[in-house]
């Protein structure tokens, strides 16, 4: 019989130590690791839970660098923000100040300030965070707002802003130097005024007359262009009686002109003189009159028409407003005369509607809007068709959202936009079409002169139109014009469901109107010793301190600010919240993956034991012999 040996290695025994070494080995990793595993397969079934966190855990660390970057471009526009409500409240509180000393420039020291302060705010509008630029929306690589010298000054090929304004002056102005009305005297005993072009954008528009003129005879304002005229009829007036005249400037600001006679010696300022003569000629106070309404006229042409016109220049260069003049029509009543808002859209000879008028089925096609014409019982966008023409522009005003009204004057049709380019009026019918020719509009679509507007023609005393200047005019905002919010133009994703919206543009309302009114202000220069001179500044300055006062309704610097805030705390919150989470996800790793060190001491204890045991086992089986065993 032969007697196998004991061969240790391949014994159940030692097998067993050597699982005992490796379990060992494995324990004193994680001992010193804090790991279960230096793999996955050893980590357990809870290691799916661990790799979903650490994915998690990275999305957050992204998010976390995103709210850092964003932050730093909120904190720098917040701050250029605030600098313009300080460079605004400084120019305000110079153009409240009644102080009109003028210096050889023909400048206040608040307009000198202003000035100073355009360029400052130039500056504040093309700050940049690294290479972006924070107020140019989209367009993050270009300059927001061109030079300030030349926005003023122009370059030499295109005109700056001083330009502008001076071309707007002299067509407001006029030749004559009264605001483009003429003024006759078609008997001895009458006077009449009129605007010298019908349709034209420039200078002074009668509004209203009024007079309580004993035995006088006002006709008008009526016509086209439109005039009126006062005959005394060969009647002196009373002492204290008044003829007032209201004017709207281009602007559209009014003011009133009101003469009073007097037998007073002096004639007192405001008033024209009563003959006296004997016997007493009413011809005589006609010619007064005349005189006292010329001196009237030009003064308020020389002042608040001034000033009107630079405000309004500033709007021209500025501003994407525009509008579309329709040529002067008549009604077809008997006899004709100019259509006004009171005119209906259809109706027949004589009355006072258009012709060829709408008819029922006729549309328009308003900024992709439609408008339908009904007999009766408009709802809607409908009208009827015996509706006015200020109806029809009403309707027009609520579709294009204009904050300017549409209006009608001298049969003329004016109607205005706050977005040029995106005006279009058309008729989708051949009725609709013919009735917008009898409104004064010959072509459709309906547009808008493009801006920055120029004055038409040369010289700017006579011209009667204002046309698309942006080939020989400097464009001042440089960064993206496009549709949509000036915030939607900076977007980023804070977390795995919420973005927020943090962009800028210069050319936000609220940015704009204070950078044109700071423009105006600190551009416009007058002679030092002219005879206006004090009423021109006097009332620039009232209109600049309207201009910049907030206004219901108005985008506000303050708004923008409050917008970016809200992005601020948005990102704020999920910030919050990811570091809560953060949290919560390094647990459940902790938890999937470390080993506990009490536990782990334990079980090599309990090893080392199980393996001293062992080798006692073996030290005995070694000593083992045939002699022992028998």
């Given amino acids: ?22 379990q060992l080995t494995d324990l004193s990793t994680q001992l010193s690791t804090g790991k279960l595993s230096q793999n996955y397969s050893g980590m357990g079934t809870n290691e799916g839970f661990a790799i979903a966190g650490r994915a998690q855990l990275s999305n957050i660390a992204a998010y976390t660098d995103t709210i850092t970057n964003v932050n730093v471009s909120i904190n720098l526009a917040n701050t250029a923000l605030q600098s313009l409500t300080k460079i605004r409240s400084t120019v305000q509180t110079g153009s409240a100040n009644t102080a009109q000393d003028l210096n050889v420039n023909g400048q206040t020291i608040a307009q000198n300030t202003a000035a100073a302060q355009f360029g400052s705010m130039v500056g504040v509008l093309n700050t940049q965070t690294g290479n972006r630029y924070l107020f140019s929306g989209t367009a993050v690589n270009t300059q927001s707002v061109a030079d300030s010298g030349d926005i003023i000054n122009g370059t030499t090929t295109q005109a700056g802003f001083k330009t502008v304004m001076a071309e707007r002056q002299a067509a407001d102005l006029g030749a004559n130097g009264m605001g483009r009305l003429v003024q006759t005297q078609p008997t001895p005993s009458s006077i009449q005024m009129s605007e010298d072009v019908a349709g034209s954008p420039f200078g002074l528009k009668i509004k209203a007359v009024s007079s309580t003129l004993t035995g006088a005879t006002v006709t008008g304002p009526s016509g086209s262009p439109v005039s009126f005229s006062v005959d005394l009829n060969g009647i002196n007036p009373n002492n204290g009686d008044k003829l007032s005249i209201q004017f709207t400037l281009p602007d559209g600001t009014t003011e009133q002109i009101e003469l009073t006679a007097s037998s007073a010696t002096p004639t007192p300022l405001g008033s024209f003189a009563i003959d006296a003569s004997t016997p007493v000629n009413p011809n005589n106070t006609a010619a007064n009159l005349n005189t006292a309404l010329n001196t009237a006229i030009t003064k308020l042409a020389n002042t608040s028409l001034v000033a009107a016109s630079a405000v309004t220049a500033g709007d021209n260069f500025f501003n994407t407003d525009s ?32 012709s060829p008028g709408f008819s029922a089925g006729d549309t328009l096609t308003v900024n992709g809007t439609t408008l339908s014409f009904v007999a009766s019982g408009a709802t ?27 209006t009608i004057h001298g049969g003329s049709i004016t109607i205005n936009t706050d977005d040029a380019a995106s005006l279009s009026i058309s008729g989708s019918t051949p009725g609709a079409i013919a009735a917008l020719g009898a409104l004064g509009f010959s072509s459709s679509p309906i547009t808008a002169t493009q801006p920055p507007l120029r004055v038409g023609s040369s010289p700017a005393s006579s011209a009667t139109t204002l046309v698309n200047g942006s080939a020989t005019t400097v464009k001042w905002y440089l960064g993206n014009d496009g549709p949509g919010s000036a915030r939607s133009t900076a977007m980023a994703r804070v977390d795995d469901s919420v973005t927020v919206q943090y962009g800028a543009q210069a050319n936000e309302d609220a940015i704009r109107r204070q950078l044109q009114a700071i423009a105006v202000f600190g551009t416009f220069s007058t002679s030092p010793t002219g005879q206006y001179s004090g009423g021109q500044v ?93």
């Fill in 323 to 354: 509008s579309a003049i329709g040529a002067a029509k008549n009604n077809q009543a008997t006899p004709a005369a100019p259509i006004s808002g009171t005119t209906a859209l259809s109706g027949t000879a004589p009355s006072d509607s258009i």
């Fill in 538 to 630: 006097s009332a620039l300055s009232l209109r600049v301190t309207q201009a910049l006062t907030q206004q219901p309704g108005q985008q506000r610097i303050e708004d923008i600010q409050t917008d970016i805030a809200m992005a601020q705390n948005t990102m704020k919150d999920a910030s919050t919240r990811q570091t809560q989470a953060k949290a919560q996800l390094q647990t459940i790793i902790d938890q999937a993956e470390s080993a506990s060190p009490d536990q782990v001491a334990s079980e090599i204890l309990s090893l080392q034991n199980a393996l001293q045991a062992s080798y006692q086992v073996t030290s005995n089986l070694a000593q083992l012999s045939l002699v022992k065993f028998l």
């Fill in 380 to 406: 809607g966008n409908q009208l009827n068709v015996t509706d006015s023409i200020q109806t029809l522009l009403g309707k027009i005003d609520r579709i294009t959202g204009t904050s300017k009204p549409s």
């Fill in 1 to 22: 019989m032969s007697i196998s040996s004991i061969n240790y290695s391949s014994s159940v025994l030692g097998s067993q130590i050597r699982n005992i070494n490796q």
